[in-house]
């Protein structure tokens, strides 16, 4: 099977600048997850997507950050204006059944290198 | 809120020599997974332990869940090049369902 796949692999934009992050989960998957992870610390989550609707967004660090999953398939990150603190690897990560809960591990994309100048 | 310590941040080892990851928690675990990034790679499962006391194996990699819960380890017997990259512990979040993560060892195999 295809595995989980982000668009594009980097970014280097500008402060102020608008970029949007795109991540295709494996085919089947209902959960989607967004995380971050800045040079050499921990992976923070952002959010978690079941089919289309959000199920937990207290990851996301503020309003200038907003995914959407339309039609409960692929999903995007878009974050406008960028800030440099947003620089980082941002991964994307599916599961069929609920991570953890229904032991189903979560399968990640390769990731977007976001640096912001 | 509930955070995860992982320790060593980095760890040297000469090939063939062993690894080993802790991860530390202030409050009792339900479960941890555990995670391997290669090198320019994205993280990859490894293993959940659910269980109080309990040990799998793969391989050379072992790993343990404390009785209390509250803490976990990963050694690797016999380290070799394709072991180099960064382990990551992930244990469950109670408050929201989530995965936490710890910052990561990462293993170094000294040339």
């Known amino acids: 099977e295809a595995g989980v796949t982000q668009f594009p692999s980097h970014s280097v934009i500008e402060k102020g600048q608008t970029v949007t992050l795109r991540c295709d989960p494996i085919s089947g998957h209902d959960n989607l997850y967004w995380y971050r992870r800045v040079m050499g610390k921990e992976i923070k989550f952002l959010l978690h997507f079941v089919k289309e609707s959000k199920q937990d967004e207290s990851g996301m660090p503020n309003n200038r950050f907003l995914a959407e999953r339309t039609g409960g398939t692929y999903s995007t990150l878009k974050v406008q204006p960028a800030e440099l603190e947003d620089s980082g690897v941002y991964f994307c990560?599916?599961?069929?059944?609920?991570?953890?809960?229904?032991?189903?591990?979560?399968?990640f994309g390769n990731g977007t290198r976001l640096t912001v100048t | 809120g509930q955070q995860v310590m992982q320790i060593p941040q980095y760890q040297h080892v000469q090939e063939g020599e062993d690894f080993t990851t802790y991860c530390n928690s202030s409050?009792?675990?339900?479960?941890i997974q555990w995670y391997k990034q290669r090198p320019g790679g994205h993280p990859v499962f490894l293993i959940q332990l659910v269980k109080s006391g309990e040990v799998k194996k793969q391989k050379r990699l072992t790993f343990q869940f404390g009785e209390a819960k509250k803490n976990s380890s990963l050694h690797i017997t016999a380290t070799q090049t394709t072991d180099v990259g960064t382990y990551f512990c992930?244990?469950?979040?109670?408050?929201?369902?989530?995965?936490?993560w710890g910052a990561g060892t990462k293993l170094i195999i000294k040339p």
């Open positions: 992930a244990p469950f979040m109670d408050s929201n369902y989530q995965l936490i």
């Open positions: 990560a599916s599961s069929q059944g609920r991570a953890v809960l229904y032991n189903s591990p979560l399968h």
């Open positions: 409050t009792t675990l339900s479960n």
